[in-house]
């Protein structure tokens, strides 16, 4: 039994690390030429403010009175620019949003975890493509685009990590360091000649990474005044910087700016999830080459209920996927297109001729397709030209956008299909096999000799041969190592399945004997509840109408006839734990009352069934220590949550059942 846990301990494992090489791989391919629009760019320099853990309806509501806690940014809205909403991917953490904006692609799950602070892998950026950039902010964010820089021109000022304090009475300080950094340098910069020649020059970028707002939501909370007026103190500050920027350059008109946000926020001050408060962002744009406000005479057709309180239905507004501002930044300046950018620029934020939007458009086709003919080659190469099916698309640039992208999801993908039968085959035959020695062993069927030798030789010289011709066609394909084994797991875990044929032989002639209505309603009732449980990972509600229908058991299985108290209780424990999944997920302070009658709930239950039993049937020895155990723990888990209580309480009353 010890052997045959630790292989099937063994084989789930790696039915799991099939998941990262089939869904979490990195989308990043490499050897890409940089492509740029041949006309000259409407900007000479971009300066990118990102206020980290800025909600959209933080900034575009109205104050009661009808005034704006941003009212520089307001006016930007109402008269000097394009304004919309950034929609974010999951996760919604600082890192992924940044690089999603400033590099314009969406970071892989695996290529997140691989590192904070630093490139896990090497990818291009619109830092990377000017210039010279200057930024400031926190340690976390700027280095990393540093680091995947060529050359040295992409200069960071930072503070010092330990003054990101989540606990801080007032974060602001942090947005605050960055405008007088910022302030400071320009000052400095009219006496400093060299450094005066290097901004003079175009396709510059000043990037400020504020992260007040952040800290100070993920400690007071997204309604809290220390947030809101977080946010005031940013609005002040970048006006402030924005006429320092045009007083240095002269009032020339050739700067641009882009005002946004990383990620949202829940009303609970964390972040990293799908909530609209999290994906929703805001987007101002203004300055060289950017549309005005422009104002519209019906109100726009946007069905989530924010309009109406922003106030804002009489201005055009231009939502855009986060990854699109990376191209539109590279517009402005004349810069190439990252080379991994996967978005599309968004053409309403231009104001510049039909010709430049159209040569814009066509370099951020051509930046695509290089991608996609990259790809597409890899993927040619590691296959075998009979099975290689090559995607079709039309060559035109709008649709050329689309369907380019449609064929690097395609390659990136293209094994998918491959793997996931291989594991599904693999999972099959295990469970099959885990099915065939359950019978053996405990069901009365007729033991079958073992196999002859010769059958055992020939099914064993089939499964070699099977395994070596797998191991050729990979080889020749140039797979990775994790194909191998996800590929030849199931040649074991079926050959298994063959030697205990005679189980399965005397299982297929007892089968007419079988109560054929308590098989099939069991495998419904198994059914259901995978399926229920599968649906529950979306809607956590579906766990309450599982546990619901769970708690008529008795009553199906006709207990309630043999064991009423007991079945009584079963009852009001399952309803009593299915409130559980109708609970808020996440809260910043414990119900300790909900928890404590939770706890003394389970402690009572379980005295009183001990006490109970004695007047029945005397309990073993081993039955009274487990008792005692449980009882403890019911007494521990006062503090604890509410569900590990009542699945003691359900425990403790199914035992003798």
């Given at each position: 039994?010890?052997?045959?846990?630790?292989?099937?301990l063994?084989?789930?494992?790696?039915?799991f690390?099939?998941?990262?090489?089939?869904?979490?791989?990195?989308?990043l391919?490499?050897?890409?030429?940089?492509?740029?629009?041949?006309?000259?760019?409407?900007?000479?320099?971009?300066?990118?403010?990102?206020?980290?853990?800025?909600?959209?309806?933080?900034?575009?509501?109205?104050?009661?009175?009808?005034?704006?806690r941003?009212?520089?940014?307001?006016?930007?809205?109402?008269?000097?620019?394009?304004w919309?909403?950034?929609?974010?991917?999951?996760?919604?953490e600082?890192?992924?949003?940044h690089?999603?904006?400033?590099?314009?692609?969406?970071?892989?799950?695996s290529?997140?975890?691989?590192?904070?602070?630093e490139?896990?892998?090497?990818?291009?950026?619109?830092?990377?493509?000017s210039?010279?950039?200057?930024?400031?902010?926190?340690?976390?964010?700027?280095?990393?685009?540093?680091?995947?820089?060529t050359?040295?021109?992409?200069?960071t000022?930072?503070?010092?990590?330990?003054?990101?304090?989540?606990?801080?009475?007032?974060?602001?300080?942090?947005?605050?360091?960055?405008?007088?950094?910022?302030?400071?340098?320009?000052?400095?910069?009219?006496s400093?000649?060299t450094?005066?020649a290097?901004?003079?020059?175009?396709?510059?970028?000043?990037?400020?990474?504020?992260?007040?707002?952040?800290?100070?939501?993920?400690?007071?909370?997204?309604?809290s005044?220390?947030?809101?007026?977080?946010?005031?103190?940013v609005?002040?500050?970048?006006?402030?910087?924005?006429s320092?920027?045009?007083?240095f350059?002269g009032?020339?008109?050739r700067?641009?700016?882009?005002?946004?946000?990383?990620?949202?926020?829940t009303?609970w001050?964390?972040?990293?999830?799908?909530?609209p408060?999290?994906?929703l962002?805001?987007l101002?744009?203004?300055?060289a080459g950017?549309?005005?406000a422009?104002?519209?005479?019906?109100?726009?057709?946007?069905?989530?209920?924010?309009?109406?309180?922003?106030?804002?239905?009489?201005l055009?507004?231009?939502d855009?996927?986060?990854a699109?501002?990376?191209?539109?930044?590279?517009s402005l300046?004349?810069?190439?297109?990252?080379?991994?950018?996967?978005?599309?620029?968004?053409?309403?934020?231009?104001?510049n001729?039909?010709?430049?939007?159209?040569?814009?458009?066509?370099?951020?086709?051509i930046?695509?397709?290089?991608?996609?003919?990259?790809?597409?080659?890899?993927?040619?190469?590691t296959?075998?030209?009979?099975?290689?099916?090559?995607?079709q698309?039309?060559?035109?640039?709008?649709?050329l956008?689309?369907?380019?992208?449609?064929?690097?999801?395609?390659?990136?993908?293209?094994?998918?299909?491959?793997?996931?039968?291989?594991?599904?085959?693999?999972?099959?035959?295990?469970?099959?096999?885990?099915?065939?020695v359950?019978?053996?062993?405990?069901?009365s069927?007729?033991?079958?000799?073992?196999?002859?030798?010769q059958?055992?030789t020939?099914?064993?010289?089939?499964?070699?041969?099977?395994?070596?011709?797998?191991?050729?066609f990979?080889l020749?394909?140039?797979?990775?190592i994790?194909?191998?084994?996800?590929?030849?797991l199931?040649?074991?875990?079926?050959?298994?399945?063959?030697?205990?044929?005679?189980?399965?032989?005397?299982?297929?002639?007892t089968?007419?004997?079988?109560?054929?209505?308590?098989?099939?309603?069991?495998f419904?009732?198994v059914?259901?509840?995978?399926?229920?449980l599968?649906?529950?990972?979306?809607?956590?509600?579906?766990?309450?109408v599982?546990?619901?229908?769970?708690?008529?058991?008795?009553?199906?299985?006709?207990?309630?006839?043999?064991?009423?108290?007991?079945s009584?209780s079963?009852?009001?424990?399952?309803?009593?734990?299915?409130?559980?999944?109708?609970?808020?997920?996440?809260g910043?302070e414990?119900?300790?009352?909900?928890?404590?009658?939770?706890?003394?709930?389970?402690?009572?239950?379980?005295?009183?069934?001990?006490?109970?039993?004695?007047?029945?049937?005397?309990?073993?020895?081993?039955?009274r220590?487990?008792?005692?155990?449980?009882?403890?723990t019911?007494?521990?888990?006062?503090?604890k949550?509410?569900?590990?209580?009542?699945?003691?309480?359900i425990?403790?009353?199914?035992?003798?059942?």
């Open positions: 039994m010890i052997t045959f846990f630790l292989v099937g063994t084989v789930h494992v790696v039915f690390v099939s998941i990262f090489d089939i869904y979490f791989t990195s989308p391919v490499h050897g890409m030429t940089p492509h740029s629009t041949p006309l000259a760019p409407p900007a000479s320099r971009l300066v990118l403010v990102v206020a980290d853990g800025l909600r959209a309806d933080s900034l575009f509501t109205l104050l009661p009175n009808g005034s704006s941003t009212p520089y940014l307001r006016h930007l809205i109402e008269n000097e620019g394009t919309g909403v950034s929609h974010t991917r999951v996760p919604t600082s890192r992924p949003g690089v999603a904006l400033i590099a314009g692609f969406y970071e892989d799950v290529a997140v975890a691989k590192g904070w602070k490139n896990p892998v090497e990818f291009d950026s619109v830092f990377n493509e210039r010279h950039t200057w930024c400031w902010g926190s340690p976390d964010i700027l280095p990393m685009f540093a680091k995947g820089a050359g040295d021109h992409v200069y000022h930072t503070y010092p990590a330990a003054e990101e304090d989540f606990a801080s009475t007032d974060a602001s300080k942090l947005d605050t360091w960055v405008f007088t950094q910022v302030k400071s340098f320009f000052k400095s910069a009219k400093n000649s450094l005066k290097s901004l003079l020059e175009d396709k510059n970028v000043f990037f400020l990474h504020l992260l007040g707002i952040d800290t100070n939501g993920h400690a007071h909370r997204p309604m005044q220390e947030y809101l007026d977080n946010i005031g103190l609005d002040a500050g970048l006006a402030e910087v924005v320092i920027i045009e007083d350059f009032n020339d008109g700067t641009a700016y882009v005002f946004t946000s990383d990620h949202g926020m009303n001050g964390s972040h990293g999830a799908g909530h408060s999290e994906t962002t805001p101002v744009v203004w300055g950017v549309q005005k422009q104002r519209v005479s019906e109100p726009q057709p946007y069905n989530n209920g924010y309009l109406q309180d922003w106030k804002l239905e009489h055009r507004r231009v855009v996927s986060q699109d501002i990376a191209p539109l930044m590279a300046i004349g810069v190439p297109i990252p080379v991994n950018s996967v978005g599309v620029l968004p053409l309403p934020y231009l104001n001729s039909d010709q430049f939007k159209a040569e814009s458009m066509y370099t951020n086709a930046q695509v397709l290089e991608q996609f003919k990259v790809k597409m080659t890899q993927k040619k190469e296959t075998l030209s009979f099975l290689f099916t090559s995607y698309y039309i060559s035109l640039c709008q649709s956008i689309s369907h380019s992208l449609e064929g690097l999801v395609y390659y990136h993908t293209y094994d998918r299909f491959f793997l996931g039968c291989s594991v599904v085959l693999g999972f099959v035959g295990w469970t099959s096999y885990v099915v065939l359950i019978l053996k062993t405990h069901a069927l007729n033991r079958h000799p073992n196999l002859s030798k059958v055992r020939e099914r064993r010289a089939l499964c070699t041969c099977i395994a070596v011709v797998i191991i050729l990979l020749i394909q140039r797979s990775p994790t194909y191998y084994i996800y590929c030849l199931p040649v074991p875990v079926w050959y298994s399945v063959l030697k205990e044929s005679g189980t399965l032989t005397d299982l297929i002639r089968a007419p004997s079988l109560p054929l209505w308590k098989c099939f309603g069991y419904l009732l059914a259901f509840g995978i399926e229920l599968v649906v529950s990972f979306f809607h956590r509600t579906m766990l309450t599982g546990l619901t229908a769970l708690s008529l058991w008795p009553l199906l299985s006709g207990l309630f006839c043999k064991a009423k108290s007991r009584l079963w009852f009001v424990g399952c309803l009593c734990l299915a409130l559980f999944p109708l609970m808020p997920v996440v910043r414990p119900n300790i009352h909900l928890v404590t009658c939770a706890g003394t709930l389970a402690l009572v239950t379980s005295a009183s069934y001990l006490w109970s039993s004695r007047h029945r049937t005397p309990l073993h020895l081993g039955d220590q487990q008792f005692v155990v449980q009882v403890t019911a007494r521990v888990t006062v503090g949550h509410m569900s590990v209580c009542l699945c003691l309480c425990t403790v009353f199914a035992k003798k059942n």
